[in-house]
């Protein structure tokens, strides 16, 4: 059984997670410059076997996109054309603030919680966990 891998997709950077083997649960794997993105993947699905891909998909509170929902599905277009496991989307709201929430509660330095992955990385974290708990 492949892997799933969690994608937090911003236009500087993207977070990354992934789930075990057995797809019981995910976690960090990083942040990469959104226009490294594609080669990271290409790279880590050499190495890995990998499934499927979650992509956050920000919204707003009503429902309606939101400044980041655009580039996002415009990202998701060119993984289509990269690769041909299936993509799967998950809603992202309030991701950035559950990661930080989580940061907080496992004792991380206010240094820790300013880089700026770090909440990308967890975020990710968060829509893929959020996806394995619906499957």
Same mark, same amino acid.
């Given at each position: 059984?492949?892997?799933?891998?969690?994608?937090?997709?911003?236009?500087?950077?993207?977070?990354?997670?992934?789930?075990?083997?057995?797809?019981?649960?995910?976690?960090?794997?990083?942040?990469?410059?959104?226009?490294?993105?594609?080669?990271?993947?290409?790279?880590?699905?050499?190495?890995?076997?990998?499934?499927?891909?979650?992509?956050?998909?920000?919204?707003?509170?009503? !429902? *309606?996109? *939101?400044?980041?929902?655009?580039? *996002?599905? !415009?990202?998701?277009? $060119?993984?289509?054309?990269?690769?041909?496991?299936?993509?799967?989307?998950?809603?992202?709201?309030?991701?950035?603030?559950?990661?930080?929430?989580?940061?907080?509660?496992?004792?991380?330095?206010?240094? $820790?919680?300013? $880089?700026?992955?770090?909440?990308?990385?967890?975020?990710? *974290?968060?829509?893929? $966990?959020?996806?394995?708990?619906?499957?």
């Amino acid at each position: 059984m492949g892997r799933l891998v969690g994608i937090d997709y911003g236009l500087k950077r993207v977070g990354i997670a992934v789930t075990d083997p057995l797809r019981i649960i995910a976690t960090p794997l990083g942040t990469v410059p959104a226009s490294r993105i594609i080669s990271f993947l290409k790279k880590y699905c050499d190495t890995e076997p990998v499934d499927a891909f979650v992509v956050g998909l920000p919204k707003k509170l009503d !429902n *309606t996109d *939101t400044h980041a929902t655009q580039p *996002t599905r !415009n990202f998701v277009k $060119q993984l289509q054309k990269q690769f041909t496991q299936p993509i799967y989307w998950e809603d992202e709201r309030f991701t950035s603030k559950m990661a930080l929430d989580a940061m907080i509660a496992a004792g991380t330095t206010k240094k $820790q919680r300013r $880089q700026k992955g770090s909440i990308d990385k967890v975020s990710a *974290t968060i829509i893929l $966990q959020s996806y394995l708990a619906k499957v």
